[in-house]
């Protein structure tokens, strides 16, 4: 049956994204490896990709904090199942909880006690689902940590002073969070009309887009290469140690805003930014991304 196939599929995404960073992260990891001078920081670097190696090798989870479990979805119009995806999916994080096994990270706001133990419960798993014009079904799986959610931010500005203001609030929030988000990070930023929106695609921009990758606008895409060097500049470094490398890059992603309001979010991502996802056809072949 189909939904059993979309269920392997998840349970291998999930599992793939949990034992280690997604591959582009791995990379530039590597390569500021390379670029540090300082010892500290190479010693920082050096136990990171020791530890990444150790994980996949191994295959149990990269970091102590398996993460909020997050599903990017994309959503077909002729893909034959539809609302049961979300059964399916959370299916699938029970089952890789207990067998991987993953830390049970969901508890109740105002009860600590209360934690079901398999990483699910109310909205939990968050789902983000876009619909398309095709005929599979496509989702990635990213388990996003707390020590990255602590440091986050969101403003709403008068648009007359935001673009002048946006870069000084990004490099003081990245003075802020130190070495919390456990850097080298990924800062996303996001721009629209309102703060949850604003969070929402600077979330998508510091988890979903692979490192290295820019903006399609010319301006946007310089201004995420100025504001990497500028945090880079800190020196705060691998784990807050000192270093020439603060941040793996720097994402920014943007909707239409209303005339009045100027929102900007702030969200890292760190080290182990991990994300895997697959594809599934209605035939029931699957590829893993």
Not at 14 to 27: E, K
Not at 34 to 39: A, I, L, Q, R, S
Not at 40 to 65: F, H, Y
Not at 177 to 193: D, K, S
């Amino acid at each position: 049956m189909l939904e059993e196939v979309i269920l392997k599929a998840a349970k291998e995404a999930i599992v793939r994204a949990s034992i280690g960073p997604a591959f582009d992260v791995v990379s530039a990891l590597r390569t500021a490896h390379g670029v540090e001078e300082k010892d500290a920081a190479r010693v920082q670097l050096g136990a990171i990709l020791k530890n990444i190696e150790m994980s996949t090798t191994e295959k149990i989870a990269v970091c102590q904090d398996t993460g909020f479990p997050n599903f990017f979805i994309k959503l077909g119009d002729r893909f034959p199942v539809r609302s049961g995806i979300y059964d399916i999916l959370t299916r699938a994080v029970r089952e890789v909880t207990r067998e991987l096994p993953l830390r049970p990270n969901t508890t109740h706001p105002f009860d600590e006690r209360k934690n079901p133990g398999d990483n699910t419960g109310m909205y939990a798993p968050w789902f983000d689902v876009e619909l398309f014009d095709g005929d599979y079904l496509e989702f990635w799986y990213v388990p996003k940590g707390g020590g990255t959610e602590l440091p986050s931010k969101a403003f709403t500005l008068p648009p007359g002073v935001a673009l002048k203001e946006l870069p000084r609030l990004v490099l003081e929030a990245v003075v802020d969070a130190g070495p919390m988000p456990c850097p080298p990070v990924i800062v996303g930023v996001g721009v629209g009309p309102s703060v949850d929106i604003a969070a929402k695609l600077a979330k998508k921009a510091a988890t979903l887009r692979p490192v290295g990758s820019r903006h399609p606008e010319p301006e946007i895409a310089k201004m995420e290469e100025e504001l990497l060097k500028a945090i880079n500049k800190l020196g705060l470094g691998p784990h807050g140690v000192g270093g020439r490398v603060t941040a793996l890059d720097v994402h920014i992603e943007y909707a239409y805003r209303h005339p009045a309001t100027f929102s900007i979010g702030i969200v890292f991502s760190c080290w182990a930014t991990r994300r895997a996802g697959a594809r599934v056809y209605p035939d029931g072949r699957y590829e893993l991304l």
